[in-house]
């Protein structure tokens, strides 16, 4: 897989590094670069690309606003020497975002996860794939099925309670969404506020799930969980 791409960022030492990083990853195919964000605009308006870099903080137009104006959006990686621009990132589902100067190990990460999502989107849609992607604290994570213990829905968002985390991860996703995302045969909702790895419930008992040391309620729409788990 060889991923088309060009970077916009009106700093020419900042496209230097960028072609520098670039050259490292023969996965990449780096097609133009350009220093102002109207001339990547009218490039983009014409040309199909798979991943884009781009600058922030640019004079003529910034590049969050460039990327919302983009009908065909392609995987977007930030680049910003500011840190208070990362929530605009989170809204336009960023992969990554990048603070200069960038290193090249955060640049490979940022890169790796932009193969793996082109991967995942074009995997076969009948497969019971092992992972999602969700976005979460600004960037695209990829979350393995296999550690899910159970998800929680908190209207707009949702937390994902994952083996070995102490924390849940949250990301802006209502529970229907994600449910679509989850192989059926693996997943299933229990109630309006709570999904279920099928195979991480240890038991049911008096219409709770018990999974680790949480349990969780079985609503009066979803009993039929019970009849089909004790089979």
Known sequence: MQLKCIAIDD??????VIKKHVNDFP????????????????FLKKNQIDLLF???????????????TLQNKPMVIFT???????????????IDYLLKPIDLKRFTAAVQ???????????DKDEEGESIYVHSEYRMLKINLKDVEYIESMQDYIKIHMVGLEKPILTL?????????LPATQFARIHRSYAVAI???????????????VELPVGNSYADFI?????
Do not use: C
């Open 11 to 16: 700093e020419p030492l900042a496209l230097e």
């Open 27 to 42: 996965e990449l195919k780096l097609l133009q670069t350009f220093d102002d964000a109207i001339s990547g605009a009218e």
């Open 54 to 68: 781009i600058d922030i903080d640019m004079p003529d137009i910034s590049g969050i606003d460039l990327v919302r």
């Open 80 to 94: 910003t020497a500011y840190k208070n621009y990362a929530y605009e990132g989170f809204e336009l589902e960023a």
């Open 113 to 123: 996860k932009a193969l793996d999502y082109a991967k995942y989107k074009t995997q």
């Open 173 to 181: 996703m209502p529970m229907k969404a994600v449910l679509e995302k």
């Open 199 to 213: 195979k991480k419930v240890k038991s049911i008992h008096n219409r709770k799930v018990k999974i680790g040391v």
């Open 227 to 231: 009849k089909e788990w004790s089979k």
